[in-house]
């Protein structure tokens, strides 16, 4: 009676703990969200019921195959008398337990063959966007529309040092967001330029590697407004934590509206190279540049990284001639991670960054380059 007592209490016990347990995860059911997000597409919401499918079938076939074994062992164990049944190679046991298996695998191929064949469906899409991944950034063009440009990390280096406490977004926040309409067919043109990179949003159930030389293709057809965030998924270098991706996805009149600011930024940005900037204007606009794009390769103070990344800080590049330091920026240094710049920022940027690596750290050159002169430069005159 009261080893009864006392296998009631500890079972009381025990569901009381459960009840506890499960209110606590239920107050923070967002942090354990362990299953796929469901997106904001057909196509991930296709492949997250497919998801959700796959999982019943593999329970219901766990419960099934639980079931029978932990009933045989209960009925059928030796302090009960049970004899083992003595047989060998049973035609229609095998037939069974083959036979059944395979349906299975049919029945749940397919929905998975028609979710496929959906997911690499890129035909008659209204929008096509080349996306190419640099390290560490991406680079986006709106086909046939004459807009492009380039989204880089945008946390502030104090966060990502340590120095400042860190943002809702840290490590996902860019410059310069993709932004799409929503209620259109997008086809996405996926490459790298320089190594292999990965672009993925899950909210869009897309996940394309970007390889040199290459082009994968992915689509999406975005339901509902919002911003949506990813990350390369591609262990690409050193700073590949550094490579966040942020989709807007706006009403077509505000894409629209999106894209006539991005042209007529492009218009003037084309103007600003003919003008002639001061000292001070350059060099502030250097060092915004130079921490966002330089800094996490010859580190905010100049000093580099001994071995891998040289200083520029004294440096024979950033205290030599000017033409030799532009050309550094612009064309990069061959089978060196020091990358060509001249696609990548516009004159009037390379201009600043150069005109601030000169003159920062107590290098004080006391010249300064202007927009002109690194147009001249890639024109080769």
Request: glycine share 8%.
């Amino acid at each position: 009676m009261l080893k009864t007592a006392y296998r009631l209490y500890a079972w009381m016990l025990g569901f009381t703990c459960l009840v506890a347990a499960s209110s606590a995860l239920a107050e923070e059911a967002e942090r354990w969200q362990f299953n796929m997000t469901p997106g904001v597409t057909p196509v991930s919401q296709n492949v997250y019921s497919l998801h959700m499918q796959m999982f019943w079938w593999c329970v219901g076939i766990g419960v099934v195959v639980f079931s029978i074994m932990f009933v045989s062992m209960f009925l059928h164990r030796k302090s009960r008398g049970a004899i083992p049944s003595n047989f060998h190679e049973s035609t229609a046991l095998e037939l069974v337990w083959t036979a059944i298996p395979f349906a299975i695998l049919i029945l749940m191929g397919i929905p998975a063959s028609k979710s496929l064949i959906d997911l690499y469906n890129t035909e008659k899409a209204e929008i096509d966007v080349l996306v190419t991944g640099y390290q560490w950034r991406w680079k986006y063009e709106i086909l046939g529309e004459d807009v492009s440009f380039f989204s880089n990390l945008a946390t502030p280096r104090d966060q990502i040092e340590g120095h400042a406490e860190k943002g809702p977004h840290y490590l996902l926040e860019v410059d310069e967001p993709l932004v799409l309409p929503i209620g259109k067919k997008i086809r996405f043109l996926v490459t790298a330029n320089d190594v292999i990179h990965s672009w993925w949003v899950p909210a869009f159930a897309i996940k394309r590697d970007a390889i040199p030389g290459f082009i994968n293709d992915a689509w999406t057809f975005i339901e509902q407004p919002g911003t949506y965030r990813g990350q390369c998924a591609e262990l690409c270098g050193k700073d590949h934590g550094f490579m966040p991706i942020v989709v807007e996805a706006k009403s077509d009149a505000e894409y629209r509206a999106w894209l006539d600011d991005k042209k007529a930024s492009a218009a003037a940005l084309a103007e600003l190279t003919e003008k002639t900037f001061t000292f001070d204007e350059l060099y502030e606009q250097g060092e915004q540049l130079y921490n966002r794009s330089c800094a996490s390769c010859h580190l905010a103070d100049g000093t580099g990284v001994s071995g891998v990344f040289p200083a520029l800080k004294d440096s024979p590049v950033a205290t030599g001639a000017m033409e030799h330091h532009i050309d550094v920026v612009v064309n990069g240094v061959a089978g060196t991670a020091m990358q060509a710049f001249g696609k990548q920022l516009s004159e009037v940027d390379i201009a600043a960054i150069v005109t601030y690596e000169r003159n920062a750290w107590g290098n004080n050159m006391g010249d300064l380059a202007q927009p002109l002169d690194i147009y001249n430069h890639k024109q080769g005159k």
